[in-house]
């Protein structure tokens, strides 16, 4: 199992990223993905899930509005959009999915949020 997250970067407040997770060595569309993010000195949270079809998403309420999960079974692909930015909203964002009771996480993409 393997987990490519990318799409990071640097933006002005106000400004979009769209990130991307690439999922290998599992079948995709049997899973449901989750988006976690990390910021300095903080624990990880929970910004957003979707079901294995993506019928289905929730997001934290911090970013409710302005992020959208959503997935690509055929290219075995997540995302989350990032819109409305926030200084906030600068930390590592990972992509996991949990298999069999074991999470597997993504190495990271840096998002920084600065004028």
């Known amino acids: 199992v393997q987990l490519v997250e990318s799409g990071g970067g640097l933006v002005q407040p106000g400004g979009s990223l769209r990130l991307s997770c690439v999922a290998t060595?599992?079948?995709?569309?049997?899973?449901?993905m989750s988006w976690y993010r990390q910021a300095p000195g903080k624990e990880r949270e929970l910004v957003a899930g979707?079901?294995?079809?993506?019928?289905?998403?929730t997001h934290a309420d911090s970013v409710k509005g302005r992020f959208t999960i959503s997935r690509d079974n055929a290219k075995n692909t997540a995302y989350l959009q990032m819109n409305s930015l926030k200084p906030e909203d600068t930390a590592v964002y990972y992509c996991?999915?949990?298999?069999?009771?074991?999470?597997?996480w993504g190495q990271g993409t840096q998002v920084t949020v600065s004028s």
């Open positions: 996991k999915t949990r298999i069999r009771s074991y999470d597997y």
């Open positions: 979707i079901t294995s079809g993506g019928g289905s998403s």
């Open positions: 060595g599992f079948t995709f569309s049997s899973y449901a």
